[in-house]
């Protein structure tokens, strides 16, 4: 395996320009990136943030103001159809002729990129995806769920090596969604760079291994999801007390603690996502040596949510 990223993004900018009633949006602002092989890269940010643009961009669907983008060693800008054969899209918008079959809409798919027909590849896509039992069916007459497993099929269908997917699961339902994970994580098993974007942040959470967060078409953070949360992620530890507590005893003055107004409630806020269980070991220890009695002990660490509003909130401040 080499090390060398199979995208690379530097200095992408797209401007759209200005129409009768709307002024010109700088949708991406010299975004910097790379995709690691065999990785599962997470874009966040909120609505109009530029995770469409940098996706078409990069697919060819938008055409970049600046910057330039390379893909398995390629120049997008040269060599785009060789590039483009490697790639897959998952758009967000179903955009698919709802007539046509489901059977039939996968196999063009594989054909657009001047791949001979594989009926065994197509039909092991179509049993993965639970598709296969529709494959007779028109995509119009599928449920949403099934309608959006098509248009994974389709983006799988020529065997790509990076897959975009721009929101997999907006939209569907809790069931749906975990199934999507688990597909989206045996693509990764099988070797698939997988970009996705997501407003939902549990998804990034689960899935990541590093999350990239843009923000008005500038990448704020690009990072290791587990560092980014030990980074910037928060524990905060609530413990409840058997009885109230005036000042905090000379016993707990090593600790970052607080008494909370209910004087009955006792709170210890870390940094960090690391280290904490430690910290919380030694703050037991010293509420029983001072003979502090407790009745509940609370632990929550910051998601990736929290850190996303900060992170964002801090940008925008
Ligand atoms: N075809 C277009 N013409 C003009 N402006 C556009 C076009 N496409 C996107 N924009 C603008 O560019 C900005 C970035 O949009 P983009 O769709 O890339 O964001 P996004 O992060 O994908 O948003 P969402 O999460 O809502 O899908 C927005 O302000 C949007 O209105």
Redesign the pocket.
Known sequence: MTSDPILAIRGLGKT?PA?AN?PA?T?LDGVDLEIRRGEIFALL??????????I?AVCGLVRPGSGTIHAFGLDMARDWRAARARIGLVP?ELSVDMFEPVLLSVSHSRGLFGLAPDPARIEQILRALSLWDKRGARIGELSGGMKRRVLIAKALAHDPALLFLD?PTAGVDVELRRDMWQLIGQLRDQGVTIVL?T?YIEEAEEMADRVGV?HR?KLIVVEEKAALMARLGRTEVRVGLAEPLGAIPAALAPFPVQVGDDRLTLILRTTGAQGHERTIASLVKALVGADIAFTALDVHQSSLEDIFVELVGRKAG
């Open positions: 759209y129409r709307t949006t949708a940010g909120p609505n109009g943030a530029g995770k469409t643009t940098l078409g967000q929101e974007t407003h843009i078409g």
